[in-house]
């Protein structure tokens, strides 16, 4: 292994848990960044957004729905491991791993596929794909409701 690919899956690491952290903390915005300017986020409620402000805005949009629910939502812990880097050149990984989502109304598992590149930013997501060991609308109570409020119904 060489050292520029050590250095890449240390910041490709950082790549992911930033995610994971923003993403509890409500720093949209934040998150958001991590994505090259055209990037694309698929959610595990089956919505693709593509670009920084409609990331931002389905990230705010999920949030709001899962406060507004009946039950209160308390907290949300994405916890990610098992991170697995392929690089496809010095500037461009397919990375893999898995999440297991803890909110004060249950547990959710899944993974996530993500391609990553090196920018002037430093990496970033160009595409990342959630998926979730069962549907959406199965899940806990925050992720039925950020489902139903995307999909246009109420919560279950």
């Known amino acids: 292994m060489e050292i520029w690919e050590l250095l890449a899956r240390a910041e490709i690491e950082d790549l992911v848990k930033r995610y994971a952290y923003y993403g509890d903390a409500g720093k949209s915005a934040d998150l958001a960044d991590l994505f090259v300017e055209d990037g694309v986020l698929e959610s595990a ?70 391609t990553v590149v090196k920018t002037a930013e430093g990496w970033r997501f160009a595409r990342r794909r959630s998926r979730l060991d069962r549907p959406a609308d199965q899940g806990s109570a925050f992720l039925q409701a950020g489902h139903a409020a995307l999909k246009g119904g109420d919560a279950p």
Do not use: K, M, W
């Open 45 to 114: 409620h089956g919505v693709s957004v593509e670009g920084r402000a409609a990331i931002r805005g389905h990230l705010d949009a999920v949030a709001a729905a899962g406060r507004s629910a009946d039950a209160p939502t308390g907290f949300v812990r994405h916890n990610v491991s098992n991170v697995l880097v392929a690089f496809e050149g010095p500037e461009r990984a397919v990375v893999n791993s898995y999440q297991l989502i803890v909110t004060a109304q249950g547990v959710d598992s899944g993974r996530y596929r993500d």
